[in-house]
């Protein structure tokens, strides 16, 4: 067997490169987008929050994006059940694809299934540890079942990887003047 010329390394490199690129360039630009996030004086925060959001809306697969599309569509108009259904479709074909795991989470939140919707938040989280919106859906859910240190911890969380949220700042308020309440 012939070894190839050394010549040719930079072929290969490029090949390589080519292929493996849409994943890197991907994730370089949720690394720039959450560092701009970070920073105190970003004030379109809104703006980058919502160019995370359309990279994490992303699957790579066009009828991926449909289904989760339909899923939202359907939560939007209240039909869960289709939802769930459309949804569930996706995590079956998907399961590497956080989004769908976090979109079926809302649903099932809004069902009032709270453990299948934290089950699947678990699962987004395991799959995309950076994902706000899950760790804000999981304080949230600790909350409504009383836990109210565990989901401090969770909106803090939350907190530190996307400072800019007004919701979750209001719930650690709340929660301080909860806990501050009961220690009196």
Known sequence: ???????????FLALACSVAS????V??????LFAELQDPA????QGVESQIWQEWSRSGSPSMDLLLERGREAIAAG???????????LTDHAPDFAEGWNARATAF?????????????????????RHFGALSGFGMILEELGHVKE????YDA????????????????????????QEI
Not at 42 to 45: D, G, L, M, P, V
């Open 22 to 25: 849409p994943a890197i360039a």
């Open 42 to 45: 970003t004030e379109n925060w």
């Open 1 to 11: 067997m012939t070894r190839p010329s050394p010549l040719l390394k930079p072929v």
């Open 109 to 129: 939140y809004q069902e009032g299934e709270l453990g299948l919707a934290v089950a699947d938040i678990e699962r987004t989280l395991a799959l995309n540890p």
């Open 79 to 89: 039909d869960l059940e289709a939802a769930v259904d459309h949804l569930t479709a």
């Open 151 to 154: 989901a401090l911890e969770v």
């Open 27 to 32: 994730a370089e630009t949720l690394d720039e």
């Open 158 to 181: 939350a907190l530190a990887i996307h400072p800019h949220q007004p919701n979750v700042e209001d719930a650690i308020e709340r929660i301080k003047r909860e806990l501050g309440e």
